[in-house]
């Protein structure tokens, strides 16, 4: 079946450090492939999408291109502040049709920690 | 924010008790999904309804089930409930049945505990 697979954390880096999360798929089809973002007591953020191979989906300074090639989803970022401490999560969607919902698989998630 | 809004933001309850999570979809959406988070599961799908009906299934306990309703908004029941229960449940709205790109917006979820 589908899934995602990232790279365990935490992840603790100093600010203005460059951040690299790594996620790895596997599908069939043509998935869809998100960043969600959670901060501390609260619900899932959308951080950035990428619907088609080689599309680089962005935001906020982040950024992750859609490798067929590799099945990778990598979140990097160039310089990490404070704020974005938080726990990223890596998903994809399945294609809506007759067989598929479009729901999200999600990866288990990493712990961001940036400290001043 | 995101327009999906999610009630009780909390709520803690016994083993063996029943409770009733509540979430209203963005204005316009017709498809509501809701997904446990737990720490030694992570986050999963539990299912899915669509403009009123069922759609799909994902790893739901037969404890548990949920209904959409005319006006859309969606409930899941939670019924003998167990320690293993505890866990913050979300739910999230695509507009038609699946977002353009496939995204979804989550409410801020319902953190249940079970004593």
């Known amino acids: 079946g589908n899934s995602v697979t990232q790279m365990e954390g935490p992840v603790t880096l100093s600010e203005e450090a460059f951040l690299t999360i790594n996620c790895t798929y596997t599908?069939?089809?043509?998935?869809?492939l998100f960043w969600y973002v959670q901060y501390p007591g609260e619900g899932l953020q959308l951080l950035l999408k990428a619907t088609k191979a080689d599309d680089k989906g962005s935001n906020k300074g982040f950024e992750a291109t859609y490798r067929k090639e590799t099945t990778s989803f990598h979140l990097e970022k160039g310089s990490v502040q404070v704020s974005d401490s938080a726990v990223y999560f890596c998903a994809l969607s399945e294609r809506w049709g007759s067989s598929n919902t479009g729901k999200l698989i999600f990866g288990q998630g990493t712990t961001l920690q940036v400290k001043p | 924010d995101s327009g999906v809004t999610q009630t009780p933001k909390h709520l803690i309850t016994a083993t063996g008790q029943r409770v009733t999570l509540r979430c209203s979809p963005r204005?316009?959406?017709?498809?509501v999904y809701w997904y446990q988070q737990s720490l030694d599961q992570g986050l999963q799908f539990l299912i899915q309804y669509y403009n009123g009906e069922e759609r799909a299934k994902g790893n739901i306990l037969e404890r548990f089930s949920a209904q959409q309703f005319p006006d859309l908004h969606s409930e899941l029941n939670l019924s003998s409930l167990e320690l293993g229960d505890s866990a913050l449940y979300f739910c999230?709205?695509?507009?038609?049945?699946?977002?353009?790109?496939?995204?979804?917006?989550f409410g801020p979820g319902t953190r249940l505990t079970v004593l």
């Open positions: 204005s316009g959406d017709l498809s």
């Open positions: 599908a069939t089809g043509y998935p869809s």
């Open positions: 999230a709205s695509t507009p038609g049945g699946q977002g353009p790109f496939g995204e979804q917006f």
